[in-house]
């Protein structure tokens, strides 16, 4: 599998492990409260959201209840004032800010740190 | 060494009816069930049930629904049952019954409840065949079998159990005659103005009814079987079938037999302890018992107050006890619904009361007569209502009272001047509001504040109300809900963490102020902390559909991908498909009613084939395609479009199918066009969307192939149009659709299915489908058959509309979005590699087709951080 990745004239980007940034998308291409998902170079995917406040979340696509690639499709919403993306499969609930399970306290999302530059 | 059982002392109930079901509870509350030795000698093949709902057989209530007899309770009470084995005889000296099979057992108590038998007038011919009587399971089920070859049937009989009996055979749709030799209908519970009105009512449903005249013969054919009957007037009536419906007669022969004191007219005569005058070892409850004030009670409130009293003195035979229940009189309040008609009567309805005076409200016109008697000083005595009996619960409880408003008030309809309603919070503590187990207004209160009940169900476990005919629930509601709002107890009914509104609320709060967006809603209308916040997966979808259900009526968009919209829909309407287990979506066409072209099959399977689908037949008669990648979907549906197909709607809460068998036209049987109608009906509702979805289908016969009654809406075609049946459920908790209205045109049932939807849609909770609403608000199916069948709340002009706008804005949703290049653009795997498909996706072969490759979602999981697992050392999942 080939990958073509456009990383040119990207403005919301992703901070990967090695500290470096990856663009993905155009800010326009990320509507308030829905996902898009990106993939990221060491093959992992990404979810990335934004609220209606415009601030920007990224946690691990993968949904670690059903292994589906689907967490960006999920819907997204506030809880307590934070913020959460609910899977679109089984419906655990995930804080986007730290990727902790809100209805499974041993479950933790990878979370990546998001910015539009 | 062996210990002899100490002898255990035994109760035999001989019948196993609602009144015997009700003495055998009445022995377990009081522990008699655990003290003594219970045998119970039932003559019908099944355990007691609902004598009082046979009728509503016919409406789709099976002999399993209409039971009352708990299996667990007979096991956990250690009660032998024996169904089928009734008493023969009985020897009051040795104290033995003997029963059918042989079995003799001895009793300590023995208590009759034998119930009663119809009353045959002693006609020619009676016995027949075609001649039948209407009291048991069994006689309903000979009379549907012998129904399927007649086309015309006549009751002998004009009173409630008449009614009821017409009420059947005009469900099975035989054309009905009614012959009461009374000068009217109910001669026992209504004066002659409400049998006027009742007869109005009754007529205009198509049968016929014969007053003032006696059935002198029933005429037989060559082969002895029913043809006809010849009446006192000297006219013959020609019918297939006869049911004889002319009263009851208490069953007592068991008790003459044993030299038991049975009264002049029947009835095995009891004290006021409901024990008989002659053997105080036996007890008679129920219809086969003279009371003490030398009546025989036919009605089941009474019968329930005389298993308790005998339960009570048995209970405190030995004892000093001098607390004993008596039984000296029942009140003979009654409130029916006869074929389709409210009828009640309470308390004094035919005003023998010295010096009381009537107020009276008729309305011919509307099949509406409303009748008080009031005495001098302003109490209620009693009444009768026909046509519209809402005011029973209240009025009922009343009786014996001056009530807080004007009589007259009582009686007018809403909007003729009527005041204030009189609600169930004006009744005073001690005001009876289930007369079946005389239940007090202070008990369902005390079931409220002491118990802690906070819902009908629970108050009705508590305290038994409601649970006899049911006719209290609506004030039992008014009650619950008065009381916990009295007790300040917070009961937060809101949709979700974001709303404290209902969803019913925010309808209205949406309707009403044309509110476009959940955004707007969230920020005007939400609780305090969620406003300015992103609300949550509950109210976003609600919210979004409630805006599509009225998007024309409020000027907001239909199309549930436009602006906010889109993101506020669960990601199948998101996508327009439906999401499976490995994120890959399945596709789903419409295919009206069933029916589809051989051009059409093949476009399905070419697309299937090309694009590797799994593919299979659903449950509502379409063919579901599997496997789709989320940036194949736009493709697949450009051959779809393209071949004339639209969506199906399988991912909405919206209509999804209407299924139908192929009626008259392929049918030998059939006697509509189903399939034309389903279609009609598939195009008219398709993308409308509501609270959950909707499932429909069509039949074209009374055999049901469709399993209409299975639908939220289910259509059978009768021989001159259409009954319309709905709250039909499969599923976890599978109901039968209710009867909501007989023999409709094409635009009747049209109007009438608009009605129901859009009131459903208006007032139903999130997820919640046509069975649990019509279970759940308050008034039940009579209710909803009040609002959209007779207008009773003035919204079906409205209702109307919005339905007419909805089916004149209706676009498809596919159609529209393969046109839209930026919509099209969301439909990839990866927002910065649009040709990637997601890796995780990938499928293996099995059975000629495929299935999602499971291990492939395994790869690479690591779904709880290691350092995490490390401390709390908990199972990885």
Known sequence: MTLALETTGLKVRIRLADGTWFGVCDPGALLPGRGVAALLPDGRQVAVFTDRAGRLYAVDNRDPFTGAAVLSRGLTGTHRGRPFVASPLLKQRFDLETGRCLDDDTVRLRTYEAEAG | MTIAPEATPTIVLVGHGMVGQRFLEALAERGLTATHRVVVLCEEPRPAYDRVQLTSYFSGRTPEDLSVTDPRFIEDHGIELRVGDPAESVDREAREVTARSGLVVGYDVLVLATGSYPFVPPVPGKDAEGCFVYRTIEDLLAIEEYAKNATTGAVVGGGLLGLEAAGALDGLGLTSHIVEFAPRLMPVQVDEGGGAALLRTIEDRGLSVHTGVGTQEIVTGADGSVTGMRLSDGSELATDLVVFSAGVRPRDQLARDCGLTVGERGGIAVDEQCRTVADPRVFAIGECALAADGRVYGLVAPGYEQAQTAAAAIAADGTDEADRLTFTGADLSTKLKLLGVDVASFGDAHGTTDGCLDVVYSDSRAGLYKKLVVGGDGTLL???????????????????????????????????????????????????????????????????????????????????????????????????????????????????????????ELYEIVHALRVTSHRELLDRYGREGARGGDGCEVCKPTVGSVIASLAPVIGASGYVLDGEQAALQDTNDHFLANLQRNGSYSVVPRIPGGEIAPEKLIVIGEIARDFGLYTKITGGQRIDMFGARVEQLPVIWARLVDAGFESGHAYGKSLRTVKSCVGQTWCRYGVQDSVRMAIDLELRYRGLRSPHKLKSAVSGCARECAEARSKDFGVIATASGWNLYVGGNGGATPRHADLLAQDLSDAELVRLVDRFLMFYIRTADRLERTSAWLERIPGGLDHVRDVVVHDSLGICDELEAQMRAHVSHYRDEWAETIEDPEKLARFVSFVNAPDTPDPVVGFVPERDQMKPDLPLLNIGMRPVQPEEAALEGSAQR
């Open chain 2, 382 to 504: 009693g009444g009768i209502l026909v046509g519209d009996a809402e005011a029973y619960g209240t009025l009922r409880a009343f009786t014996g009272s001056v009530p807080p408003v004007p009589p007259e008030s009582l009686v007018l309809p809403a909007g003729a001047g009527a005041p204030a309603q009189l609600g169930p919070s004006a009744l005073p503590d001690e005001a009876v509001v289930c007369s079946c187990h005389n239940v007090t207004k202070g008990t369902v209160r005390g079931a409220v504040t002491e118990h802690g009940c906070t819902t009908v169900p629970e108050v009705k476990k508590c305290t038994k109300a409601g649970t006899g005919c049911g006719s209290c629930v609506k004030v039992l509601g008014q009650l619950v809900t008065a009381e916990l709002e009295a007790g300040g107890v917070e009961v937060d009914r809101g949709l979700c963490g974001c709303f404290a509104q209902t969803r019913e």
